[in-house]
């Protein structure tokens, strides 16, 4: 698990007995931020001498009255430093208003020019000063960075996310009365997800109170996992990725063709897809849940069955892809037949258009080796389907009806779902469940696995 966001040098005690604490905790990396001048030496100091620490280098909107070509020199030499990964932290504050804040608004959109002249993502200290920090940060066209210790409601998150930003959470979601931050961390997608403590400021429940360090990440990691209703190794997963591609630390995981979320087992078998959906994933972000999904080359089925391992450990084991899992409809039946007669669940996730990719009726070759499956109908309508889903190929929405149809005699449990786009008639997508006899969900954006 990383920690995005402490203040090291602020530790009066051996920092090695604090790392040591972090690491046995299961904290591999740490990033310890820089507020003002006077420590950044320091800091760099720690950097250097610690392999699981690195920094980022800026001037907190406490301290901007020091903000001067001297000091910018100063952060520009420093960003070159390869374990410096970021600019921060910078950014407003008119709760405290330690510095003026005409003062804060230029040294803020100075450093920011600096973030992007350099190429290095920013960290954000936004205090009651969220439109006027969106502001500056479009006129700075920067769109590299994260919300540290994000305080705002439901729809600032979303707009900062609109504008490529990361959410990090700090300890403030363990606290009982958090309701806004619990209500954000609940809803901030998975590929915007960072976790930090902030420390040695905000130690999550049960260490409130007491002076925060790294460790203690573990709790609000805790605290997230069960609001977000995944376990914490997910958390740990989901944010350590969001991290490495943010800063660029370590490697990033390559292409997965299983991946398990709770306790199903996701199959990849394909990237391809007959659809252009408006709102697919997979044109954003190559990861789902931390895992990154985009194949390199398509599994065999003996990759499958060797990855899967005793089909009875997992509740599921689901053919999905980051496309179309029907393209590859061979395989499916090969890996299916196999998962059976070792005693597994089986389930596939699919577009409905199986019998339209390969001209003919395909569930009657599937029969008794599907257990369940869940069919995407996206829309109450031809028109609206073709408008949502743009499909490769002609009167894919009637194809998909008519497989509906045929899954019911040969699936046992089938469920169409829908996902909750502003002209989909949720209402209509039922109604067609009901006549068809068919299990109904609604998906929102964003829900994968
Ligand atoms: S059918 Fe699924 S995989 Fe294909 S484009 Fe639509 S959302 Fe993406």
New binding site residues.
């Given amino acids: 698990m990383i920690d995005s966001h402490c203040h090291l040098e602020m530790f009066e005690e051996e920092i090695s007995e604090v790392l040591k604490r972090a690491y046995d905790a299961g904290i591999s990396t740490i990033i310890t931020i820089s507020s003002d001048i006077a420590s950044i030496d320091e800091i760099m100091k720690i950097t250097e001498q610690y392999p699981m620490v690195y920094a980022t280098v800026g001037i907190h909107p406490h301290d901007v009255k020091e903000l001067n070509s001297e000091v910018l020199k100063k952060l520009f030499e420093l960003s070159r430093h390869p374990k410096v990964v970021g600019i921060g932290e910078i950014g407003l504050d008119y709760h405290y208003e330690h510095s003026p804040k005409e003062v804060q608004r230029e040294a803020f959109a100075l450093q920011l020019k600096l973030a992007r002249d350099i190429g290095l993502p920013v960290v954000i200290h936004s205090r009651e000063a969220f439109d006027d920090t969106i502001k500056i940060l479009k006129e700075q066209n920067v769109h590299k960075g994260v919300m540290h210790c994000f305080s705002g409601n439901l729809s600032q998150a979303k707009k900062a996310i609109e504008l490529g930003f990361f959410i990090s959470i700090s300890g403030v979601v363990t606290f009982k009365n958090a309701k806004t931050i619990k209500e954000v961390a609940r809803f901030v997608p998975d590929e915007y997800l960072m976790i930090e403590t902030d420390a040695p400021y905000l130690a999550p429940e049960p260490m409130r109170g007491k002076r925060n360090e790294p460790s203690f990440l573990i709790y609000t990691a805790k605290a997230l996992a069960d609001l977000r209703g995944v376990t914490i190794e997910d958390i740990d997963r989901i944010t350590t990725v969001n991290v490495n591609r943010l800063f660029r630390i370590g490697d990033l995981p390559k292409g997965e063709i299983a991946y398990k979320i709770r306790d199903t087992l996701y199959l990849n078998v394909t990237n391809r897809?007959t659809?252009?959906?408006r709102?697919?994933v997979?044109f954003h972000t190559d990861y789902v849940k931390g895992h990154n999904l985009r194949l390199e080359k398509e599994p065999s089925a003996e990759d499958l069955i060797q990855t899967i391992g005793d089909p009875k450990n997992y509740k599921e084991i689901v053919f999905c892809g980051?496309?179309?899992p029907f393209l590859r409809l061979d395989l499916i039946k090969e890996v299916a037949k196999w998962i059976k007669e070792q005693g597994g669940r089986v389930r596939v996730n699919t577009?409905g258009q199986g019998n339209l990719i390969h001209e003919r009726k395909i569930l009657p070759e599937l029969a008794g080796l599907i257990d369940s499956m869940s069919i995407?109908l996206n829309a109450h309508d031809s028109e609206t389907y073709n408008k949502i889903?743009n499909p490769v190929k002609p009167n894919a929405f009637e194809a998909v009806i008519e497989f509906i149809k045929d899954a019911k005699k040969y699936v046992p449990f089938v469920q169409i779902t829908v996902v909750n786009l502003k002209e989909v008639d949720i209402k209509k997508c039922e109604e067609i469940a009901n006549s068809l006899g068919v299990k109904f969900k609604v998906r929102h954006l964003d829900e994968v696995g």
């Fill in positions: 897809c659809n252009v959906c709102f697919c997979r980051y496309g179309e577009n995407s889903c």
